[in-house]
């Protein structure tokens, strides 16, 4: 099956405490992307790659890293996670850019005390 | 600056009855992609449409249907005899080369509520 998976779900943590929710697509789609999403403010992008090793800054990228060292897995790394990280974080891939559709993983609420 | 305005935050419908989302949008492009997708309250977002700004033709798709107008900047979307399945937030986006096609803009959510 055609998927996008996060991993994990669900997740609590504390100020500092770095952590790394990850992202596979099985599509081998070229496009992958970090958004986050907050009330009021629909989803926001975080990073995007467009392949191997080529990624660059959304809208909001302060406090995340990302890295793109296969095809498939584009995590996202948060060094020193603050309480305005908490937030519902989606990943999607598309084949290519060219306004392709984006397809998004199941999202992973995080919750930074 | 808000690319993507939705301007309704909450519509609450009774079952049946027809519901729609208005989303306008700016933009200095002329080609362009627009999209639909629909958060259930289960949390996960389903694609629903995707139209290129050179296609102005309605599209129907069962009960759903989308309405695109370049000379107002709108995409809306209609569901036709609203069902309690329907209910959740729907998001309208915009996606345009001037950032090299890597970025849905999304505006900020419709949440419909349909019931009994």
């Known amino acids: 099956e055609a998927q996008v998976t996060q991993n994990p779900r669900y997740l609590i943590t504390v100020t500092g405490k770095k952590l790394t929710v990850t992202c596979s697509q099985n599509?081998?789609?070229?496009?992958m992307s970090w958004y986050r999403q907050d009330p009021g403010l629909g989803l926001r992008q975080i990073y995007y790659s467009m392949n191997v090793e080529v990624t660059d800054k959304g809208d909001v990228p302060e406090g995340y890293k990302v890295s793109r060292k296969e095809k498939r897995n584009f995590p996202l790394i948060l060094e020193s996670p603050s309480p305005n990280q908490t937030s519902l974080y989606f990943c999607?891939?598309?084949?290519?850019?060219?306004?392709?559709?984006?397809?998004f993983g199941p999202g992973t609420r995080l919750t930074v005390l | 600056a808000q690319k993507v305005t939705q301007a309704q935050t909450e519509i609450s419908v009774v079952e049946k009855e027809d519901v729609t989302l208005d989303c306008v949008y700016e933009t200095r492009d002329t080609t362009y992609y627009l999209f639909w997708y629909k958060q259930p309250p289960s949390g996960e977002l389903v694609f629903l449409i995707r139209r290129n700004s050179f296609d102005e033709q309605n599209e129907i798709s069962g009960r759903y249907s989308w309405n695109f107008q370049k000379s107002t900047s709108s995409f809306n979307f209609t569901i036709t005899a609203s069902q309690v399945v329907d209910s959740a937030v729907y998001f309208c986006?915009?996606?345009?080369?001037?950032?090299?096609?890597?970025?849905?803009?999304f505006g900020a959510g419709t949440q419909v509520v349909v019931t009994p």
């Open positions: 599509m081998n789609h070229e496009y």
């Open positions: 986006a915009l996606s345009e080369p001037t950032d090299s096609w890597g970025k849905l803009q």
């Open positions: 999607a891939s598309s084949s290519e850019g060219g306004g392709d559709t984006q397809y």
